[in-house]
């Protein structure tokens, strides 16, 4: 299994709460990716990053903000939660070059987020 | 940009019995396209891929079809066993460009 970890794997908050989202990966991939997952929508693209402090926004990328200081570390930022962004949030990484990312994702096991 | 269409959203089958998933993506430039199974409380895994220069695949029970002209492609499980019982998701991309975009998912259930 890729070594990915993503933490917390469960967290309960209120909206308004500022709430992050780690992923920690030990495979020194370049790529790594947020997504979300929910019911009747499959996986969206939250934001990825294609090197440390270069990150892009992904499909569904309102109200929320990344950082990648160090090559292993993705973090998720919700500045101020609210009860649409309750999901299960997966982490992914990929292998890959300056020309692009490699076809396989390897993602973590995800962290279910409510916001109450 | 790239959209991908998945059907069905659920899929029942008897064990034994063969299943097939399709999807549409609309973006021709297209090339590259992996399927991933999602079993309950997991990420989701590749299980197979397929790239635009190849018109089929097989890897023992699963195989994948590529008709690049109507763009789409399928998912073909024969001998479905209940531990094939999982969410399977189909996606595309051009590869070294864009992140993958996936389809919504299709919930199989194999019925012992």
């Known amino acids: 299994d890729a070594g990915i970890t993503q933490s917390p794997r469960h967290k309960v908050t209120e909206t308004g709460t500022p709430v992050t989202l780690r992923c920690h990966q030990t495979?020194?991939?370049?790529?790594m990716y947020w997504y979300r997952q929910d019911p009747g929508h499959g996986l969206r693209l939250i934001h990825y990053?294609?090197?440390?402090?270069?990150?892009d926004k992904g499909e569904v990328s309102d109200g929320y903000s990344v950082s990648r200081s160090k090559t292993e570390d993705f973090l998720l930022t919700l500045e101020s939660a609210t009860s649409s962004q309750t999901s299960v949030y997966f982490c992914?990484?990929?292998?890959?070059?300056?020309?692009?990312?490699?076809?396989?994702?390897?993602f973590g096991e995800g962290s279910r987020l409510t916001v109450l | 940009g790239e959209n991908v269409e998945q059907h069905p959203s659920t899929l029942s089958v008897q064990e034994g019995d063969s299943a097939v998933i399709k999807c549409t993506y609309s973006?021709?430039?297209?090339?590259?396209f992996p399927w991933y199974k999602q079993e309950l409380g997991k990420g989701p895994q590749l299980i197979i891929d397929?790239?635009?220069?190849?018109g089929e695949k097989k890897d023992q029970r699963i195989a994948v079809t590529l008709n690049k002209t109507a763009k789409h492609f399928s998912l073909h499980i024969t001998e479905t066993q209940p531990e094939d019982s999982a969410v399977y998701f189909c996606?595309?991309?051009?590869?070294?460009?864009?992140?993958?975009?996936f389809g919504k998912g299709t919930r199989l259930s194999v019925i012992a």
């Open positions: 992914a990484i990929s292998g890959g070059f300056a020309g692009g990312p490699t076809g396989e994702l390897f």
């Open positions: 495979e020194n991939h370049r790529y």
């Open positions: 990053s294609y090197g440390v402090k270069d990150t």
């Open positions: 973006d021709s430039a297209s090339n590259y």
């Open positions: 397929i790239r635009s220069n190849v």
């Open positions: 996606a595309a991309i051009i590869l070294g460009n864009t992140p993958l975009v």
